[in-house]
């Protein structure tokens, strides 16, 4: 019998990676003589970088760089000869600020973008950028100009690629050739467009210390921004699906980088080679902290249960707490699930 481990990370609780452990200990000791093969998972999120350094053989690189209000600190990232991954909390995340500094009027993504130069400047060209957690909605601004990028205002002033400033950006000179080059692309699970009422700052800023009065601002400077990148390089952001990722950064790389947006989970299924683990098995088991609704939006369960439905594979899961019906199990073919709550009770 052969088994596939594919779960999430409990978050809070379990990486991915000890989730899988969790899992073996218990079937190895009741079927010794069953084959289970370990293959931890994330839709692009965070534990995306651990979920990636073994399979592809990552080195890692730490480097000086800044946080999201621009001190000092240092960061990582990883790559092999061929891919560098980086995620955008390591820089420019809420993790690295207490609640009483985050602003996303006074925040920007520079450090993030210093991290891309670095890896571009070490001939590492081909960039994954994982979205997720952003202390950010600077529209991705801070990697332009961390990139060698301009932000002019109406009176020719050179700006700081803050929140605060998006309204007041007049032109934008991108940066120089060699960074332009790169190949961008662009993790996220999320569908919302830059701005309006499901936009970027809408949905997430408060999270991130804004006001009413700074969401309005930073809401509309992110529509400003689209209409600019039209008129100065004829590119079309407004309703780009995803594009309000990490305080619209993902619309940012896409309309001045030429970056592509990504599904988190079906990159990583597809780097790590998940699909035809699946059609080896005899049995897949995912799981996940909390398994909701949110799960069967492009999350790794959505994701596995779609690959076992394709490889006609049956699919039990090991949950933290339950919170689906059985009509929606049924939708995506579990077999059964196990939560830990329920066995606690």
Request: with cysteine.
């Amino acid at each position: 019998m052969k088994i596939l481990l594919a779960p999430d990370k409990f978050k809070g609780s379990l990486s991915a990676h000890a989730v899988c452990a969790t899992i073996a200990a218990t079937l190895s000791a009741a079927h010794p003589a069953w084959g289970i093969e370990h293959h931890p998972m994330a839709d692009g999120g965070d534990g995306s970088l651990a979920v990636l350094e073994q399979p592809l053989g990552l080195s890692t690189t730490e480097i000086s760089t800044v946080d999201p209000l621009g001190r000092s600190i240092k960061a990582t990232y990883l790559h092999n000869q061929e891919q560098t991954f980086i995620e955008l909390a390591s820089a420019s995340g809420l993790v690295l600020l207490t609640n009483e500094e985050r602003n996303p009027m006074l925040t920007s993504t520079l450090g993030t973008g210093l991290m891309i130069k670095h890896a571009i400047d070490q001939g590492l060209k081909d960039i994954y950028l994982l979205l997720g957690g952003s202390a950010t909605n600077d529209f991705g601004l801070g990697i332009i100009v961390a990139l060698g990028g301009k932000l002019i205002d109406a009176k020719g002033n050179t700006l700081t690629p803050t929140g605060e400033h998006l309204s007041k950006v007049a032109k934008i000179i991108p940066p120089p050739a060699a960074y332009l080059g790169a190949r961008f692309h662009v993790l996220c699970d999320v569908s919302n467009p830059p701005y309006g009422k499901a936009g970027a700052a809408e949905v997430y800023a408060r999270q991130k210390g804004a006001s009413d009065q700074q969401i309005q601002a930073l809401d509309a400077g992110a529509k400003h921004l689209c209409a600019l990148i039209q008129q100065q390089f004829g590119i079309q952001l407004d309703h780009l699906q995803g594009g309000g990722a990490a305080g619209a950064a993902a619309a940012g790389i896409v309309g001045l980088l030429g970056g592509t947006l990504e599904s988190g989970f079906a990159t990583l299924s597809q780097l790590t080679g998940l699909p035809a683990k699946i059609a080896a098995a005899d049995i897949v088991i995912s799981g996940e902290g909390k398994l909701d609704e949110q799960s069967l939006q492009g999350k790794v369960i959505d994701g596995v249960a779609q690959l076992c439905q394709e490889y006609q594979k049956p699919l039990y899961l090991f949950v933290g707490v339950n919170e689906l019906d059985p009509d929606a199990l049924q939708r995506i073919k579990v077999e059964k699930v196990f939560s830990v709550m329920e066995c606690a009770e």
